[in-house]
């Protein structure tokens, strides 16, 4: 498993659960990745809108993929373990067994997914109370947080779930506990989706407004009464049963970890980015925005003083890069929605077919069939009258509205591969124009961002890289190691290690710059038209909303 000539000497294990696979790496002082692996994780969607998954099946998932990416090494070079994970829900009972989050009682799920939209009753009644913890949250709360969902299992499953759950965990300190034995929590995942203060704790009234109560009755042992900054060590390492697991040795250092987008952005934001000819090296970074592409997108900027842009999730301080304040923007689905148009339209057997007869995987060959069929014009010019509102699973940010829906105008009776292509490039269009949405919502605030620094799955997509550079005007920068979230998770292992003495050292010494992306300035006017019908889609749908709700 080891590649390239590197030199032996201290390296760290990332460990990177996403919502579709969990990838590791192993990964030196210089942020090089020495080794990487991947494993698919199941994923269940029992009813619409729920989401949910297995812990046992994602530590068993963590374990194969550490062992491969250390197989053959000397494992005395390894000095430090970071994880990070999406943001979803895990619930344990007393003795740390699974407990089921679903009505029909299956145990093995036991994780409420991110991206799961159940809770949403239980949401409107949390933004209703207008409690002041909403206020560093774009100031309405999401239903993909933990809040929400907490109280749903309360009202629905509470014999059941509710009453036996002894540990609620956000997904990247649950494997933090399995490697250690400590129930500490990430001030990363407290503050961005539990409310918990960086600077005041937990908030007792907020509890007790929503109905939860029961959590500042037993002083918050469920939810997480130590909280740690992101890469403290926690305990005494690696417990000897997790390093049996996962094939390392006992006793390293374990860091506290991270949600994915935020080790995303430790992975990025911090590169030297000197004889690239960009705006931002004469900058701040806090002019860098992170940009981290999977199922969703999370757009993460920095900056020294609280900023509150309505509807962006935020100001959150130290959650990412310490002692600065982040807003998060997002989009909830992105490669999923992407994935979604491509594999649901008629002509995916036909596309699939062909990319497979050429060894491309489908997205390279949507890239270059469409190509093929631009002629002489831009690729960006083939959408001039088809437009998509991407906001099928509902806008996070900035409208912060889970009620908004998809949308595709310019629609043919024709459904052929050049019909699949140009919808493919309309959606990632609208991505991209979603993404400048965001960005405004953030200048407008206070933010000054001139850079754009993209990883994740839909980075290695040319097309993708390209239109977000195009539409937002703003040159983008991709890393040297395509995996830069596990980069950032190899940061967490590495601080925990005491090898760097902050996340700000190893964030510099390990983000390198790979490749620069520049917009196409003379294609502005037409992208500028076009972000101009993507408000109008919008706009519409709030009409076609409020005429059907009308007598
Ligand atoms: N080589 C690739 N080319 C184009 N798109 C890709 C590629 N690999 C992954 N993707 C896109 O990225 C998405 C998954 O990104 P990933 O970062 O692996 O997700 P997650 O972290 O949520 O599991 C997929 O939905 C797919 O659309
Ligand atoms: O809410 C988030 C971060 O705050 C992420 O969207 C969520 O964790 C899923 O990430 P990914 O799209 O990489 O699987």
Redesign the pocket.
């Known amino acids: 498993m080891l590649g390239g000539d590197q030199e032996p000497g201290c390296c760290y294990v990332g460990v ?1 659960v ?4 969990v990838r590791a790496a192993l990964v030196d002082q210089r942020g090089v990745l020495l080794a990487f692996a991947d494993q698919p994780i199941h994923k269940w969607e029992p009813e619409f809108n729920h989401h949910e998954q297995s812990s046992e099946d994602i530590w068993a998932a963590c374990c194969v993929v550490t062992k491969k990416v250390v197989q053959g090494i000397d494992l005395n070079r390894i000095r430090g373990l970071g994880f990070d994970a ?1 943001c979803s829900l895990v619930v344990l009972d007393k003795q740390f067994h699974p407990v089921p989050v679903n009505h029909e009682g299956d145990s093995h799920r036991n994780i409420i997914m991110w991206l799961d939209h159940r809770a949403v009753s239980q949401v409107h009644r949390i933004n209703e109370t207008k409690h002041s913890v909403l206020q560093y949250v774009g100031g309405v709360m999401s239903v993909e947080m933990q809040a929400p969902k907490l109280l749903w299992l309360k009202e629905n499953l509470r014999e059941t779930c509710w009453d036996k759950a002894g540990h609620f965990f956000d997904l990247p300190d649950f494997l933090s506990w399995k490697a250690t034995g400590v129930t500490a929590r990430s001030l990363c995942s407290l503050v961005c989706k539990w409310t918990y203060s960086a600077e005041k704790g937990w908030d007792d009234s907020f509890w007790k407004m929503i109905g939860l109560e029961d959590f500042v009755a037993d002083n918050y042992s469920k939810i997480g009464n130590q909280v740690l900054p992101p890469g403290a060590s926690l305990g005494n390492g690696l417990t000897p049963e997790a390093a049996r697991d996962l094939g390392l040795p006992a006793g390293i250092a374990v860091a506290a970890s991270l949600i ?1 987008a935020h080790a995303g952005g430790l992975g990025v934001i911090g590169a030297d980015v000197r004889g690239h000819g960009l705006a931002c090296e004469r900058q701040p970074v806090t002019s860098r925005l992170a940009v981290i ?4 997108s999370c757009h993460m900027g920095i900056s020294k003083d609280p900023i509150f842009v309505p509807g962006v999730w935020g100001p959150y301080f130290s959650a990412m890069v310490p002692e600065f304040w982040l807003n998060e923007g997002g989009q909830s689905v992105t ?2 929605l ?2 979604h148009m491509v594999q649901g339209h008629a002509a995916f057997s036909e596309l699939q077919a062909k990319a497979t007869a050429r060894c491309q ?1 489908v ?2 060959y949507l890239n270059s069939h469409l190509d093929l069929i631009k002629k002489a014009q831009p690729v960006g010019f083939l959408t001039v009258d088809l437009h998509v509102w991407p906001d099928f699973h509902g806008n996070r940010s900035p409208l912060a509205d889970l009620t908004l829906k998809g949308m595709v105008t310019g629609l043919k009776l024709s459904q052929d591969l050049d019909d699949l292509a140009i919808l493919y490039l309309a959606t990632v269009q609208a991505i991209a124009f979603g993404t400048r949405l965001i960005i405004e919502a953030m200048q407008a605030a206070g933010h000054s961002i001139s850079t754009l620094f993209l990883c ?3 980075s ?2 040319p097309l ?1 890289v390209q239109m977000h550079a195009d539409i937002t005007g703003m040159p983008v920068v991709l890393s040297q190691e395509v995996e830069s ?1 596990l980069v950032g998770a190899a940061i967490l292992g590495a601080c925990a290690s005491g090898d760097f003495a902050s996340v700000q050292e190893a964030m510099a010494r390990m983000s390198k710059v790979g490749k620069v992306v520049f917009p196409r300035l003379e294609d502005k006017r037409y992208y500028d038209k076009k972000y101009q019908v993507f408000l109008k889609l919008v706009e519409h749908q709030k009409e076609y909303a409020a005429i059907m709700k009308g007598d």
């Not at 592409?293 to 969703?296: D, I, K, L, P, R």
């Open positions: 990177d996403g919502t579709g696979s999406t994915d592409c999977g199922t969703s490669g999923k992407i994935d995987s997205y390279a994740g799955g839909l290695k997509n993708f979230v």
